[in-house]
């Protein structure tokens, strides 16, 4: 049509995403309080899950030292117990060689065979004892196996170190698997006669194997301060790398190291032995050695995160099923708010047409009664009601069509002017001082001039209404432009709008005047928006002040 109003289906397409919008607007409302409240559940969870990670990374940390320490604390242990055995052999040994039997300066060993006979069955020396006689010459052995690989240990430095410091020493040799030599010298006078020599099967020690019975993981050594490994005889190919030896490089005291070891983060436990230059080492890797820590760790984190999650679900399926039921409660709702609109709206234009049908009615009657000739005055009324009534059903198509406007450049300030002309004559009529300002420049938007003109007519008109009865009756109207939007503002001196009626000002079939449908501002701001502006009640201190914007055409 040429007015810009679109046919009846568009109109009913259009419109269905509005009511759409409308009638989510409290459900979506409740999702934002839905979402809302599970973010300040999932910010607290997570205030409390990190309080939980930082007290268990705590915990875990002092396990893991507690894990430490026992470890250190069984290697000190065996340690000591071998240690305590290589000092009972030093001690036999050197009680041995102070026994009169032994006296090399004769050529009959009977004497010593006979007191290293009595002695094989000792649990002491687990290989056997020898006599070396001062040149490190092997006089004898007990068993005859022992030491059979020489027969001669004069150059060896163990032997040398005994013969010039007639000290008891304990030896690692080389060429030997996992064997200790306990050498004791023979002294007769301050002069060096030879030595006792005393044979130790680590394989057979207790303290070798206690750890590897108590913790399967760990691997126990037994090395020289260079980390030369003695114990045990095959040693993994990790005991030759620059990591192992990392460990000897400074003084080893008792003490645990974070070393890698084979590829693995591994944890090295040390106790250095009094007796002589070796050091006892049991080695694990960091994982299984803090195994029970971290197992106890992930228990207690994912039993944390259960617990929080669990309440998360049970209040995301609560909130599901709430906005569900709000959802239903709403539709309902709405449907019943739309019925009784709609009953309003139909008691509205029953109650309009019956009256111009009632007058229109009234005006045939007299123009159809042949008695009396039909006045002027009635065919005028007549033609007044009809124009009424189809004024009234454009309203009505308006409403419930959206306007699509066409496109036209349109010059505010020429236009308003000749739209208030007729205006003019009527507030003139009414005594009111009608004032047009702004309208110096051009102001130049894009839209439909019949429909911007029913906005501004209808603006006008309820501003004559709302000052009947002021003194002096005063109506502005101002055009201008405020940055890309152009301004249209119409105030007036009356009443003002009440404010309970405010949030209502703009609803179809609201209106605050006795005999108002109360579909013109409605209208006007659909047409507005249209336009892609609007239309508000401005806030004023007296009177009413409604401010339409629009899009400037350079915009």
Do not use: C
């Not at 409308?22 to 409740?30: F, I, M, Y």
């Not at 460990?247 to 983060?265: C, G, N, Y």
């Amino acid at each position: 049509m040429g007015d810009g109003i679109d046919d009846g289906t568009k109109g009913t397409e259009a419109a269905s995403p509005e009511a759409a919008r409308a009638t989510d607007k409290l459900s979506q409302a409740h999702a934002r309080f839905a979402s809302a409240a599970l973010w300040i559940y999932f910010g607290a969870a997570l205030i409390a899950l990190s309080l939980l990670l930082a007290a268990v990374l705590t915990d875990k940390a002092h396990n893991d030292e507690q894990s430490e320490a026992q470890f250190l604390l069984e290697t000190e242990v065996l340690a000591h117990r071998l240690n305590d055995h290589l000092t009972l052999v030093v001690d036999e040994l050197t009680r041995i060689g102070l026994r009169a039997e032994i006296d090399l300066s004769d050529a009959d060993l009977g004497p010593e065979r006979a007191l290293l006979d009595a002695h094989q069955d000792s649990p002491l020396f687990g290989l056997g004892a020898s006599v070396l006689d001062e040149s490190g010459n092997v006089l004898f052995a007990n068993p005859p196996e022992f030491m059979a690989e020489r027969k001669n240990f004069g150059a060896r430095p163990w032997f040398l170190d005994v013969h010039d410091h007639r000290v008891t020493r304990i030896v690692a040799p080389t060429g030997t698997e996992s064997v200790l030599y306990v050498v004791s010298p023979i002294v007769r006078g301050r002069k060096f006669m030879g030595a006792l020599v005393g044979g130790i099967d680590l394989t057979e020690e207790r303290s070798m194997t206690a750890t590897v019975r108590s913790r399967p993981y760990a691997r126990t050594f037994l090395a020289t301060t260079r980390g030369s490994v003695v114990y045990p005889p095959s040693p993994p190919g990790f005991t030759k790398s620059a990591d192992w030896y990392s460990v000897f490089q400074r003084k080893v005291d008792t003490s645990t190291m974070d070393v890698v070891l084979d590829a693995q983060p591994s944890v090295v436990a040390a106790a250095p032995l009094p007796l002589g230059d070796l050091v006892f080492v049991n080695t694990a890797k960091a994982s299984d050695l803090f195994r029970a820590s971290d197992e106890r760790l992930w228990t207690r984190l994912l039993l944390g995160v259960a617990l929080a999650l669990v309440p998360m679900l049970a209040i995301v399926v609560a909130l599901r099923w709430s906005l569900a039921q709000f959802r239903r409660s709403e539709t309902e709702a709405v449907r019943e708010e739309h019925l009784r609109t709609i009953g309003e709206a139909a008691n509205v234009i029953a109650h309009e047409v019956r009256n111009s049908l009632n007058g229109i009615r009234m005006g045939v009657e007299l123009v159809m009664d042949r008695k009396q000739p039909a006045s002027e005055r009635v065919v005028t009324e007549l033609k007044a009601e009809i124009e009424r009534l189809v004024t009234f059903t454009h309203q009505l198509m308006l409403f419930a069509k959206n306007p699509v406007p066409s496109e036209t450049r349109v010059n505010l300030s020429e236009t308003v002017p000749s739209w208030l002309a007729l205006t003019r004559d009527v507030a003139a009529e009414s005594g009111a001082n009608l004032v047009l300002s702004g309208a110096d420049e051009p102001v130049l938007v894009r839209g439909d001039p019949t429909l911007l003109r029913m906005i501004v007519g209808n603006l006008v008109s309820n501003a004559l209404d709302a000052v009947a009865g002021v003194d002096p009756p005063e109506i502005t109207v101002e055009v201008g432009a405020h940055g890309n939007v152009a301004e249209v503002r119409v105030r007036d001196n009356g009443p003002g709008v009440p404010e309970d009626f405010r949030g209502r000002l703009f609803s179809p079939f609201v209106s605050g005047k006795p005999s108002g449908v109360g579909m013109g501002l409605s209208i006007s701001r659909k047409i507005a928006r249209a336009h892609g502006g609007d239309l508000v009640l401005e806030n004023t201190r007296s009177g009413a002040s409604f401010l339409l914007t629009l899009p400037l055409e350079s915009a």
